[in-house]
């Protein structure tokens, strides 16, 4: 990465604009030309450097349910567990830790019944029937953006 990638990546992770086109505003922020910045992100995408693109919501105020769980999950049973608990769209990060609990996931559904439901389908399908949910008693929101 140049510096150049360094700028678009600063500029997009903060700030993308919601225009009708996107990368020439990037690409006019960053001082190059628009079919330049198209093809850096690109790149940069295919790198595995920009994960994706996409707006972040707050789904409590939409009145969706969200939820921190963690599992106690066998050794055997991880690539299945995953798989399946990575299966629900309501799934938004899954890490494997060095813990008791050793699978630990975030989801996100429509309400409370749905969110339940899902949970108890996950321990249905992989048989690990250890999941805690640890819903939220007051969210701290933190900014996840690195300048580079």
């Known amino acids: 990465m140049d510096s150049i990638d360094k700028k678009i990546l600063n500029i997009i992770q903060r700030d993308f604009p919601v225009v009708e086109e996107p990368f020439k ?3 006019a922020k960053a001082g190059i030309s628009e079919d330049e910045a198209f093809q850096r992100i690109k790149n940069l995408k295919e790198k595995g450097i920009i994960r994706r693109i996409g707006a972040v919501f707050d789904s409590k105020k939409m009145g969706y349910a969200s ?3 963690a599992a106690k999950v066998p050794k055997e049973n991880l690539k299945q567990f995953v798989a399946v608990v990575n299966s629900y769209a309501g799934v938004t990060h899954n890490y494997r830790r060095s813990h008791e ?3 630990w996931f975030t989801f996100i559904a429509a309400d409370e019944e749905t969110l339940k439901k899902s ?3 996950i321990r ?3 048989g690990v029937t250890d999941i805690i949910s640890m ?3 007051q969210t701290f929101k933190i900014d996840a953006t690195f300048e580079l």
């Open 124 to 126: 249905d399908k992989t």
């Open 25 to 27: 505003a990037v690409a």
């Open 135 to 137: 819903t939220a008693a």
């Open 119 to 121: 949970l108890g389908e």
């Open 67 to 69: 939820t921190l769980c």
């Open 101 to 103: 609990y050793n699978v």
